[in-house]
């Protein structure tokens, strides 16, 4: 996927208006997260840092805005046969507690090496685990075999306009929170995450610098944004499991939206962890 053909082609998939109508779906809802900061850490830095701290959202991450935004916009015949995901963890426990909240099941495939708190997460709000390889050409084979048993609908963990969209509302938040932040650095994955943050940030204030975060073992980002199309690896290098997801043609199109997006992508070492 040539990310210039797809920008020519003005093929994005959420912007301002869609987040901020995310935002009023799924508000009683969610947590509006707190930011928190460290004279600590601002010493450290030489400026001044803030963290939204999503890991106080329900279900522990970010992901439950997108899975609540993608799983409260369906109607009550979409929603009937439940959805169906494949995720490493957050993805999926998040599908699960917006399912569950729906009151649809949620299946949920999950490569076999995911961590076992993860899993856990999954089974106790709800969703039916069903095992599949670690490649993500594995995943997304059992997921469409689901699809087709089920009738369920797919809700992507972040190729999917649904998704950026409730993402980007921590944008609105944050923004309404510390009006003066100027950066905002984002981790990438899949892209759902960065793309939803740097739609809203930058439709809100155009100057703010968007800069990229991802583990030097799992570098496609950089790499895609280099080369001006998707790059997969033939194997990630990182303990971050959230972080070894590929860009979809949705999030690369939202991401090289710009040049003026993504300024710039820091690749930091995060190598598996090691025993003695």
Do not use: W, Y
């Given at each position: 996927m040539e990310v210039t053909n797809k920008l020519e082609s003005g093929n994005y998939a959420a912007d301002l208006s869609s987040i901020k109508e995310a935002q009023e779906r799924i508000n009683s809802v969610i947590h509006k997260t707190p930011v928190l900061t460290s004279e600590t850490l601002n010493s450290i830095a030489g400026r001044k840092l803030f963290f939204k701290c999503e890991c106080f959202q329900k279900g522990g991450a970010f992901k439950f805005r997108g899975a609540c935004n993608a799983i409260f916009s369906l109607k009550d015949e979409q929603a009937a046969n439940g959805v169906v995901t494949h995720s490493s963890g957050n993805h999926a426990a998040a599908v699960s507690l917006a399912a569950k909240l729906r009151g649809i099941p949620a299946y949920i495939v999950i490569p076999k090496n995911a961590p076992k708190c993860k899993v856990e997460n999954v089974r106790r709000y709800g969703g039916n685990v069903i095992w599949s390889e670690a490649t993500m050409k594995s995943r997304e084979s059992v997921a469409q075999n689901v699809l087709q048993e089920t009738g369920a609908v797919l809700v992507h963990p972040f190729n999917d306009g649904r998704i950026i969209s409730g993402q980007g509302t921590i944008s609105l938040e944050l923004?309404?929170?510390?009006?003066?932040?100027?950066?905002?650095?984002?981790?990438?994955?899949?892209?759902?995450?960065?793309?939803?943050?740097?739609?809203?940030?930058?439709?809100?204030?155009?100057?703010?610098?968007?800069?990229?975060?991802?583990?030097r073992g799992a570098n496609d980002a950089a790499l895609s944004m280099a080369a001006g199309k998707i790059v997969t690896l033939p194997q990630t290098d990182t303990i971050a499991d959230g972080?070894?997801?590929?860009?979809?043609?949705?999030?690369?199109?939202?991401?090289?939206?710009?040049?003026?997006?993504?300024?710039?992508v820091i690749v930091k070492a995060l190598s598996p962890r090691t025993t003695s």
């Open positions: 923004l309404e929170q510390i009006p003066e932040i100027d950066t905002i650095i984002v981790p990438i994955s899949g892209g759902g995450l960065i793309s939803g943050v740097a739609l809203a940030a930058k439709s809100i204030n155009p100057k703010i610098r968007i800069l990229a975060a991802e583990p972080l070894r997801a590929f860009l979809g043609d949705l999030t690369c199109v939202n991401i090289a939206q710009a040049s003026v997006m993504v300024e710039h």
